[in-house]
């Protein structure tokens, strides 16, 4: 909601088993009340504002129903440390919830990593996805990044070759 990285407005969950993409729990798309201020430059990226949310639930309630999808998991996303996991654990620190401990692969380093930086202007996920062919519905839309994400980290180990195995999985430390 602002750019104190802590007031999350909307989360977008798929949880699904690499190897045959059979969902693990059913997709979430969710919003909430953040309980704190919008900033207008964040607006503009996910055009979420105070009215989209009011009426519905805080963070420690979502929490609630969509902590196990954090918990032995592989949370994979674009800049996943700097942003998501920096938004949610500041979150939970907010409301005095435990925090989990999280692991992540961050398609970002993983696009760094093999994808040639001739072949492309950028890393930013919609770059990557124009250049593997993902498609984003909506961008800065929780849920839309979620699903282009896993599709743009699938493109990546398909099109390298990657044995999915061979890909170092960090554990998140906030300290970071």
Known sequence: ANNKNKSICQIGIMCE??????PYYPERDIYINPE??????CIK????TKDTVKNEPAFPVVWKEIEKYFTNAVIIGHNVAGADLD?????????????????YICTLDLARQYVPSYAVADYSMSTLC???????????????????????????????????EDIKIKKYNPCE
């Open 17 to 22: 088993n690499f190897s045959d993409g059979e």
């Open 130 to 164: 124009e250049y593997f062919g993902v498609d984003i519905d909506s961008e800065h839309n929780a849920f839309d990044d979620a699903c282009a994400c896993a599709d743009l980290f699938k493109a990546i180990i398909e099109e390298y070759a990657i044995n999915v």
């Open 45 to 48: 990226i996910h055009g979420i």
């Open 87 to 103: 938004a949610l654990v500041k979150a939970l620190k907010r409301y005095n919830l435990d925090i989990p401990e999280l692991y």
């Open 36 to 41: 704190d201020g919008f900033d207008d430059f």
